[in-house]
């Protein structure tokens, strides 16, 4: 079976480990084109690169012109020509630290006219041009030796692809470059595993090969009605697409209101089996990440739970309205921490606490979830409401109730187990032996 994803965010990394712990990935190739995509991954932008060593670039390894500088926090880095910004370099998500992933470098009226695109090699694999609207124009992919390998002309959606001693070929999209690579990959695809409805589905609605059995993986919510090409899927029994699996159960519900009776069969539901990272000791100990120093109830928290120990990072300086905090015993503050200290908070705390107001910091929410940290939030402070059981979300009013339920997970192992039993239940939990069971009967089912 081959997953074969637009690209590689979340929802697609959450399914394709859960293949791999069921012992059913056997392929998996990402469309959109990425430096840093996982070991045995691949994609037909740079499959035929041939990149293999080197190191990611740390921010301030940036090639700029002689009296240029490089000023960089844990968020971006700016390229400055005296106070000028002349350039924006991006990193890759956590938990990397300041690892170029783009560099968008512009012109002297701050127009972006060109993007850099890096790999996990520390190498400038392709460059984007831009109109001076703003518009891609061109990228262009060289491979390790310097040489132009695929052109994409992001106007007309062209693609050319020039390989050494072969004569070159053209694809009018990127619908007809992916065919080609899967087909020239020589692999088995009677089994196309896809989870979005644009190009994805696209190349399981064009492949050549119609005999082929393929499944849509619905990730998304539902809201007044369902997907054009969800749609076609259900009507025509001549497409590969025989199967929709919806991991969410409410979305799966959902699916089944939306729909005629006569195609309840096409959908599943099967949810995902997550890779924890360690298992949770049920330790008075509660973590807090954030850059904002609005933290709802933090001072009723503390001074109502004084045997937990609350530590409040941060990547910035702390505000002194956060650094008076310390007047508790039981608060130990990270100013200025690295994604690596971070990530060592993660392994001291069992508790997560998603209090702060504004933005979400190096997605927290979730590498809490991948801890085994029973998350708590309140109604307006929730940054990601996916890994947080509606249990453990409380209006601010009733901080009590959030209050109660630390107490009660820390009172013994059964009950912290209980609390983790609804988060896990709530992001759609599945054992790996019972999703290997299901998707195989799955797939048997759409090979009827």
């Known amino acids: 079976m081959i997953q074969l994803f637009d690209r590689y965010g979340q929802e697609s990394r959450d399914l394709h480990e859960s293949l791999e712990a069921a012992g059913l990935s056997h392929a998996t190739v990402v469309i959109e084109p990425d430096g840093f995509l996982p070991d045995g991954i691949l994609s037909p932008f740079t499959y035929y690169l041939g990149y293999e060593s080197g190191k990611a670039l740390y921010f301030n390894q940036v090639a700029v012109p002689e009296f240029w500088e490089i000023a960089g926090n844990n968020q971006s880095a700016h390229i400055l020509e005296d106070s000028r910004e002349r350039g ?59 040489q132009e390998i695929v052109l994409e002309n992001h106007v007309t959606g062209d693609i050319l692809l020039t390989l050494p001693g072969q004569a070159l070929r053209h694809f009018k999209n990127r619908v007809e470059f992916t065919i080609f690579f899967l087909q020239d990959l020589g692999i088995d695809t009677r089994h196309l595993l896809f989870n979005t409805l644009a190009t994805s589905f696209l190349v399981s609605y064009h492949y050549p090969d119609k005999s082929g059995q393929d499944i849509l993986v619905w990730q998304e919510p539902l809201q007044d009605h369902i997907p054009g090409n969800m749609q076609l ?34 959908f599943s539901r099967l949810g995902y089996h997550y890779h924890f990272k360690r298992d949770n000791f049920v330790r008075s100990d509660a973590l807090i990440v954030t850059n904002s120093d609005q933290l709802e109830q933090i001072e009723k928290l503390v001074e109502s739970l004084p045997r937990v120990t609350f530590r409040i990072a941060a990547v910035t300086e702390m505000s002194s309205k956060l650094l008076d905090m310390l007047r508790y015993p039981n608060v130990v503050l990270y100013q200025n921490a690295s994604p690596q200290k971070i990530q060592e908070l993660y392994q001291l705390s069992d508790i997560y606490l998603d209090i702060n107001y504004g933005n979400e910091l190096l997605q927290a929410v979730r590498q809490a979830f991948e801890h085994n940290q029973l998350i708590l939030a309140f109604e307006e402070t929730a940054h990601n409401r996916r890994y947080t059981a509606p249990n453990h979300i409380f209006a601010k009013e009733t901080v009590d109730g959030m209050i109660q339920t630390i107490e009660l997970a820390l009172s013994n192992v059964k009950e912290m187990g209980r609390a983790l039993g609804d988060q896990g239940y709530h992001a759609n939990y599945v054992d790996p032996i019972m999703y290997q069971e299901r998707m195989e009967i799955i797939l048997g089912e759409s090979n009827d």
């Open 233 to 266: 899927i259900l009507e025509n029994d001549q497409l590969r697409a025989k199967t929709i699996i919806i991991p969410d159960y409410a979305t799966y519900e959902r699916a089944l209101q939306l729909t005629d009776a006569k195609f309840h069969h096409k």
């Open 88 to 146: 924006v370099i991006h990193y890759v998500e956590a938990p990397q630290a300041r690892l170029v992933k783009q560099v968008d470098w512009k012109d002297l009226s701050g127009r972006i006219y060109q993007a850099d695109h890096y790999n996990r090699y520390g190498t400038c694999f392709a460059k984007t041009t831009y109109s001076a609207d703003g518009q891609a124009i061109l990228t262009k992919y060289q491979d390790a030796k310097g």
